[in-house]
């Protein structure tokens, strides 16, 4: 048998039998050879998980997208040489449910970013618990309040399980109810032909999902993170994904129903469906590549660090110590003097304004702690447990996971420790208090320090324009004393707060408490928040840009 003129007589993508012809064994090896390459950059990113590159985007949310995509990718490759096996009841539910959920969980993906720096700006501006718990009531109102109170990511993912269900139940009625995909049975339409199949109303829905959250949503994440300019290339990766999906469905449309002899020509070789192939490997490529790259970029940094951390800054003033710029010793100096040029780079560049407020918020516990043993020799018991309740919030605002709304990343060990020193208080933030700083959060009675009958500080405007000023009250949004929102955990439970006990101090409860975590972040913000701070503003400057980097150090209202 002359195998070569069999393959050559094929028409090829007719809708008959397989093809095996090079173009079929050129789609089967790129499938396999792109699978291997996604799966060796996914495996790269599970070893690399820890790394706040990697973190921040979720390495779980990042594989489920990618992957989603990938099995649509593979079959795309697969159409030609199947040819006829790839029969169109397959293709409508792929492209009915598997294509529009793979786009949907990408660009929940996407929105990410855009909720993740939502999250910074407001604990950077005061806001550290998270969302309040929810009282659902039924009927359409309350529906409407409890998806109001969710995050943008939360509402994306609510957004795209009503979406799944909606199109699974018309996915499952217009796939039985018509006999373009069954001869034997169905309420209207009539059986055709194999390339008849893939056009009519039964595809409409699909393209309306696939249209919703390329076309619609995607260009709505772009005008959200427009102003979002951070140093780990996460707003240009989703705007290359965003942008890179958007041609697909129109081509699709247009291959499929479009008639003519250059269309069928391009139809028997490469099948309509192939239009989605750019713009998932462009989706696939910058999920994967972009965050190798921000982990590669900060390595080279701190490569550059280690040669320069033992020299010394040129840059000082005649008579001054040089001061070298790639020392601990300098970052301690930018936390004790000036954090707010730092604090503001961490929540709008870096993504760890968590960091820099624990480190702030402990070096301030521990300055007010030693304020008050310098008029004494052992501090009182009402002191004594003012100071474990100032610690306490601490923990529940930035450590503990469950209550932080941003919660710093610290080892095990010492995470233990310091949920074991606060195991017997409960965290209970007072609705009433304002993150924005306002007089509100003086307004409530003191719940659980009735003996410290405090005067409560005047009301001042939330919107306060002088730098220095929010950098003073961001501790105090940390912890708006006398409302302190610990109580001791036996009063929960036993629904008694208004008429709370003291808590109970532990007899390990010392100034050094939060020693380790502190260290353990000091390190972090310094490998990694500093390396790039640094590489950005220790090269000469003109002066328009340091004044214009000076400014930019403002909280925005």
């Keep these: 048998m002359d195998t070569g003129r069999y393959l050559s007589s094929r028409a090829g993508h007719d809708f008959e039998e ?3 012809d090079g173009l079929a064994i050129f789609y089967i090896a790129a499938a396999i050879i792109y699978t291997i390459i996604v ?4 495996t790269a990113l599970f070893i690399l998980r820890n ?5 921040i985007r979720n390495f779980t949310v990042v594989c489920a997208s990618v992957l989603s995509l990938h099995v649509y990718l593979v079959l795309i490759l697969l ?8 029969k169109c009841g397959c293709e409508f539910w792929i492209m009915s449910i598997l294509l529009p959920l793979g786009i949907a969980l990408f660009q929940a993906s996407n929105v990410r970013l855009y909720s993740y720096a939502k999250d910074q700006k407001s604990i950077a501006e005061g806001e550290f618990r998270r969302s309040r718990k929810f009282h659902f009531k039924f009927g359409l109102s309350g529906l409407y309040e409890w998806f109001k109170h969710l995050s943008a990511e939360t509402k994306t993912y609510v957004a795209i399980a009503v979406g799944l269900v909606v199109q699974g139940t018309l996915t ?4 039985f109810g018509s006999r373009k995909f069954h001869a034997t049975y169905g309420i209207y339409s009539s059986h055709v032909s194999a390339s008849q199949c893939r056009r009519g109303t039964e595809w409409i829905p699909s393209v309306f999902w696939q249209f919703l ?6 260009p709505y994440i772009l005008l959200r993170i427009r102003n979002i300019k951070d140093t780990h290339y996460w707003a240009w990766q989703t705007r290359l994904a965003i942008v890179s999906c958007l041609p697909g469905t129109p081509l699709w449309l247009i291959f499929t129903y479009a008639q003519g002899p250059f269309f069928q020509r391009v139809n028997n070789r490469f099948p309509p469906s192939g239009w989605f192939l750019p713009g998932l490997v462009a989706m696939q490529f910058v999920s994967v590549f972009f965050p190798l790259l921000d982990i590669y970029k900060l390595k080279s940094l701190e490569r550059k660090f280690g040669r320069n951390r033992d020299s010394t800054h040129k840059g000082a003033a005649e008579g001054e110590k040089p001061q070298n710029p790639y020392s601990m010793a300098t970052l301690e100096l930018q936390l004790a003097k000036n954090p707010h040029h730092l604090l503001y780079w961490a929540y709008t560049k870096e993504f760890t304004a968590e960091n820099i407020l624990f480190l702030t918020a402990v070096r301030d516990f521990k300055r007010r702690w030693e304020q008050v043993a310098k008029h004494t020799e052992n501090l009182s018991t009402v002191q004594l447990r003012e100071r474990y309740e100032e610690a306490a919030v ?3 605002k930035l450590v503990n996971p469950v209550t932080a709304k941003m919660n710093i990343n610290v080892d095990s060990r010492t995470y233990n420790e310091l949920e074991q020193m606060f195991r017997d208080v409960e965290y209970q933030p007072d609705d009433s ?3 924005s700083g306002s007089s509100s959060c003086y307004t409530e009675s003191n719940v659980v320090t009735p003996w410290a009958d405090l005067e409560r500080p005047a009301s001042t405007s939330s919107h306060q324009s002088d730098e220095n000023k929010l950098m003073n009250d961001h501790v105090d949004k940390l912890y708006p004393l006398p409302v302190t929102e610990i109580h001791d955990r036996s009063d929960i439970s036993e629904g008694s707060i208004h008429e709370t006990k003291e808590p109970i101090v532990p007899a390990s409860f010392t100034l050094e408490v939060f020693d380790r975590a502190y260290e353990v972040v000091k390190n972090d913000v310094y490998l990694n928040t500093w390396v790039r701070y640094e590489a950005r503003y220790s090269r000469p400057r003109s002066p328009r840009t340091a004044q214009r980097g000076h400014r930019s150090s403002t909280f925005a209202a």
């Design 213 to 218: 959250w390329a076309t619609v949503f995607g």
């Design 172 to 175: 499952i009625f217009l796939f």
């Design 39 to 42: 799966l060796a950059g996914l």
């Design 433 to 435: 208090t304002s993150s």
């Design 394 to 396: 601490i923990y529940f």
């Design 18 to 20: 397989p093809n095996f």
């Design 51 to 55: 790394t706040h590159a990697i973190r």
């Design 79 to 86: 159409v030609y040489p199947l040819n006829g096996l790839f």
